[in-house]
T-cell receptor
Framework: EDQVTQSPEALRLQEGESSSLNCSYT??????LFWYRQDPGKGPEFLFT???AGEEKEKERLKATLTKKESFLHITAPKPEDSATYLC????????????FGSGTQLTVLP | DAGVIQSPRHEVTEMGQEVTLRCKPI?????LFWYRQTMMRGLELLIY????????DSGMPEDRFSAKMPNASFSTLKIQPSEPRDSAVYFC???FGTGGGREQPQHFGDGTRLSIL
């Protein structure tokens, strides 16, 4: 069974204070690892897809990296508008399309 | 481009009533997913369709839940009869599935917040 564990559960940063969120996963044959951002009262918003170990993706202040066991979402010089819950999800092998989601990291960036 | 559209955004009803949630996927997407989100269990897949055909409904909690996709631009999730433990946020997502290789991301609607009294 695919498993995804995200840490920390909650993170408070000062504006400009860089940090990283962790997503550890167990899946037999990763077809894709996905990062989403979710704001209160909204649906998850797609950020990145990573397919193989060593891959990296960047968007503005966010950078996602992938190893064979975990993924990191690095946030450089965050701003208050980066406050949200960040979700990680994995997709395993075969024809199943199911995403297994972690419980998320709630990020608060203080001005 | 219009994203995934869900309606209603909020639904409050009494136990035992029928509830119907609606979803319009992104045009051109051939896969549609229904998820449920709760504080205790997070995001859970209920069912997904590929080319309007239900493929995996193993996440549907009980026979009280049913889903249909009569055409490529519309899907419903129905709960009959509803119970208080069905209270949650229900999300619809869509993606373009290529049938193999790299999986494309799922794009989510803003959900229906369902409260069963």
């Amino acid at each position: 069974e695919d498993q995804v564990t995200q840490s920390p559960e909650a993170l408070r940063l000062q504006e400009g204070e860089s940090s990283s969120l962790n997503c550890s996963y167990t899946v037999s044959g990763l077809r894709g690892l996905f990062w989403y951002r979710q704001d209160p009262g909204k649906g998850p918003e797609f950020l990145f897809t990573l397919y193989s170990a060593g891959e990296e993706k960047e968007k503005e202040r966010l950078k996602a990296t992938l190893t064979k066991k975990e993924s990191f979402l690095h946030i450089t010089a965050p701003k208050p508008e980066d406050s949200a819950t960040y979700l990680c999800a994995v997709q395993g092998p075969g024809s199943a399309r199911q995403l297994t989601f972690g419980s998320g990291t709630q990020l608060t960036v203080l001005p | 481009d219009a994203g995934v559209i869900q309606s209603p955004r909020h639904e409050v009803t009494e136990m035992g009533q029928e509830v119907t949630l609606r979803c319009k996927p992104i045009s051109g997407h051939n896969s549609l997913f229904w998820y449920r989100q709760t504080m205790m269990r997070g995001l859970e897949l209920l069912i997904y369709f590929n080319n309007n055909v239900p493929i995996d409904d193993s996440g549907m909690p009980e026979d009280r839940f049913s889903a249909k996709m009569p055409n490529a631009s519309f899907s419903t999730l129905k709960i009959q009869p509803s119970e208080p433990r069905d209270s949650a946020v229900y999300f619809c997502a869509s993606s373009f599935g290529t049938g193999g290789g790299r999986e494309q991301p799922q794009h989510f609607g803003d959900g229906t917040r369902l409260s069963i009294l």
